[in-house]
Nanobody
Framework: QVQLVESGGGLKQPGGSLRLSCAASGSTLPINLKGWYRQAPGKERELVASITTSGSTNYADSVKGRFTMSRDNPKRTMFLQMNSLKPEDTAVYYC?????????????WGKGTLVTVSS
């Protein structure tokens, strides 16, 4: 059993920074850390940043130039560095990964961490 656990959320003023972490805990089943999503109040969940197996990253237009994701596969952890935060960034942020169980990969989510950007 693998759990994805996000941390690092909180309240920040516009222009501030936060660094989110997603750690895989529990069993050592192989995982493929894939990216970050967020869900703002009244909105659908959306992709924030993704990363391929080769390490290339993609970002939503709304966060380009402000957010950077990274991954440390040996430590089974990934990060989202968020700079120049805007009120529109307020959302619950989720990490996403594929987890190998038997011979099948299962797409999995953490429970999320809340980011609130407000003055």
């Amino acid at each position: 059993q693998v759990q994805l656990v996000e941390s690092g959320g909180g309240l920040k003023q516009p222009g501030g920074s936060l660094r989110l972490s997603c750690a895989a805990s529990g069993s050592t089943l192989p995982i493929n850390l894939k990216g970050w999503y967020r869900q703002a109040p009244g909105k659908e969940r959306e992709l924030v940043a993704s990363i391929t197996t080769s390490g290339s990253t993609n970002y939503a237009d709304s966060v380009k130039g402000r957010f950077t994701m990274s991954r440390d596969n040996p430590k089974r952890t990934m990060f989202l560095q968020m700079n120049s935060l805007k009120p529109e960034d307020t959302a619950v942020y989720y990490c996403n990964a594929d987890i190998l169980s038997g011979l099948s990969w299962t797409n999995s989510w953490g429970k999320g961490t809340l980011v609130t950007v407000s003055s």
